[in-house]
């Protein structure tokens, strides 16, 4: 464990919270963390950003991925809590258009439990508009 984040477990929803801004050398770490955090099948996982001040491109990269991993398993991810500078930053970068981010901490645990009805239908939705995107980059107007 890191001083840079804690893990806890909140109805079975395991909760990362980062307290900083993480270098390289920190991301590495956290990386071969979220290997262990989603070896569960429908892992359920909130990233708590509300003692995270600033997010780096680095830090996007591992939302994402940590996203897709969880996703690819049937699982629960959101961001919670984030600032308003990095709420700004994560609709800016288009990671808020691809991950769920939440203003509180329950509300983004309530979401990742989700209902398995509604989920499957998001994942139907989400291939439905990757794939009219993918269209559109290959037929521009």
């Known amino acids: 464990m890191s001083a840079d984040w804690l893990v806890s477990e909140r109805a079975g929803v395991k909760v990362l919270r980062l307290d900083r801004e993480l270098d390289s050398d920190a991301l590495a770490g956290l990386e071969e963390l979220l290997s262990g955090l989603v070896a569960s099948a429908k892992p359920r996982l909130v990233v708590d950003l509300s003692s995270c001040p600033r997010v780096t491109s680095e830090m996007l990269r591992f939302f994402l991925v940590a996203a897709r991993r969880v996703e690819a398993q049937g699982g629960g991810f959101a961001l919670a809590s984030p600032s308003p500078e ?18 509180s901490l329950d509300e983004a645990q309530q979401a990742v439990q989700g209902n398995e009805w509604i989920e499957a239908l998001a994942h139907k939705v989400l291939a439905l508009l990757e794939r009219a995107e993918r269209r559109e980059t290959a037929y521009p107007v």
Do not use: I, K, T, Y
């Open 86 to 103: 990095v709420q700004r930053f994560l609709e800016l970068s288009g990671v808020a258009r691809l991950c769920r981010v939440l203003p």
